[in-house]
């Protein structure tokens, strides 16, 4: 909106052409969406306890989480607010993939929303079933699927790091594959999202890393140096990932340890899904395994746990998801939570190094 607004006014006022910048609408983004955190976050809080909004917790869970129930929950729409609104603020409103992106956002939030509100109603942990959550994300993502394909100049090419001459043509094998990054990434971070801020703190940093992404990708000079596929136009969705990076950070301070206020599965969802639909258009779908490392481990030691318990009646961990399995091991909650964020730090590093190895 600014964009629009402003730019056009650079030929009167010079200062105004810095709205033309990716990187400068970008940085505004980031600041709007924490600054637009902090301040609506009490207020928002607020009304969650007014309506006795509160977490319900896993009977199976563990048993210091017992403590944690009647937190408010939900609070995904505080971080919803604070993507939404700045990208819209500083993004170029033209562009189709920055409306792709914010729409898969807020279908997955939707659907989130949802099952959040079952379980509330139904004051049990125990909201949309199994079977009916995924259906709605399949439909939603198999419909962001569609659209990208109708995109005239989408290319949906498999590309792969480390083999530049590699690449696969999907063609309309390419909705499937991206249904499966981008139900695949929503349930991971929803696995992750078990301890006060670890799921946000690792999507903080996978934002960010594909900021950098995006930005390469649409920048023929910098990404052609760096032998990564030009996509004309995606660079806009530096902004959506810089309002991500900003919500993020601003939620942390709410939802750090102990929380104040939980995401609840309209956040878990949405991010998820906001990580994989950045991922599809930036082209770096396979890097997401290393972007998203921790979402990945998370995800497998879930699969592991269920596979081995049917096959053998063993169990591989104490408890899955990963970070329940120390928690039970003894490590305090901070410290479990620390650590994994040093280790999706340590997966974006990994991810990044990649650009000199092509």
């Not at 902090?38 to 509160?54: E, K, N, S, T, Y």
């Not at 599965?265 to 779908?285: F, H, M, P, R, T």
Request: aromatic content about 12%; some cysteine; proline content about 4%.
């Amino acid at each position: 909106m600014l964009y629009h607004l402003l730019y056009p006014l650079s030929e009167f006022w010079g200062p105004l052409n810095v709205f033309r910048y990716i990187t400068f609408r970008a940085a505004g983004a980031v600041v709007t969406a924490l600054l637009l955190s902090l301040f609506l976050g009490p207020a928002f809080i607020r009304l969650l306890r007014r309506h006795q909004l509160g977490q319900l917790i896993r009977e199976e869970g563990p048993e210091s989480h017992r403590e944690k129930a009647g937190t408010p929950t939900m609070g995904g729409l505080l971080i919803l607010t604070a993507v939404l609104l700045p990208t819209v603020l500083w993004a170029k409103l033209t562009n189709p993939y920055v409306w792709v992106a914010t729409a898969v956002t807020l279908a997955f939030g939707g659907i989130g929303f949802l099952d959040d509100s079952l379980k509330i109603r139904r004051r049990r942990n125990l909201g949309l079933t199994a079977r009916a959550k995924l259906a709605l994300q399949v439909v939603a993502a198999a419909g962001a699927a569609l659209v990208l394909l109708a995109l005239p100049r989408f290319d949906s090419t498999l590309t792969f790091p480390f083999f530049k001459a590699a690449a696969v043509p999907l063609g309309w094998f390419y909705v499937p594959f991206a249904v499966l990054v981008l139900v695949g990434t929503s349930n991971a971070v929803n696995l992750t999202d078990g301890l006060d801020g670890l799921a946000i703190g690792a999507t903080l940093v996978a934002a960010a890393t594909y900021a950098v992404f995006t930005y390469l990708a649409g920048n023929v000079v910098l990404g052609g140096y760096l032998q990564v596929k030009y996509i004309e136009g995606v660079g806009e969705v530096t902004i959506f990932c810089g309002a991500l990076v900003g919500a993020s950070l601003g939620f942390l301070w709410f939802n750090a340890h102990p929380a104040d206020v939980f995401m609840g599965d309209v956040g878990s969802l949405s991010i998820g899904a906001a990580i994989g639909i950045v991922a599809l258009l930036a082209k770096q779908e396979i890097l997401l395994i290393l972007v998203g490392g921790l979402f990945v481990l998370e995800a497998l030691s879930v699969i592991a746990q269920v596979t081995s318990f049917k096959l053998t009646g063993k169990r591989v961990f104490r408890m899955a998801p990963l970070h329940h399995h120390f928690e039970l091991a003894g490590w305090p909650e901070s410290k479990v939570i620390v650590r994994f964020w040093i280790l999706s730090l340590l997966f974006a590093l990994l991810s990044l190094s990649t650009l000199k190895l092509r």
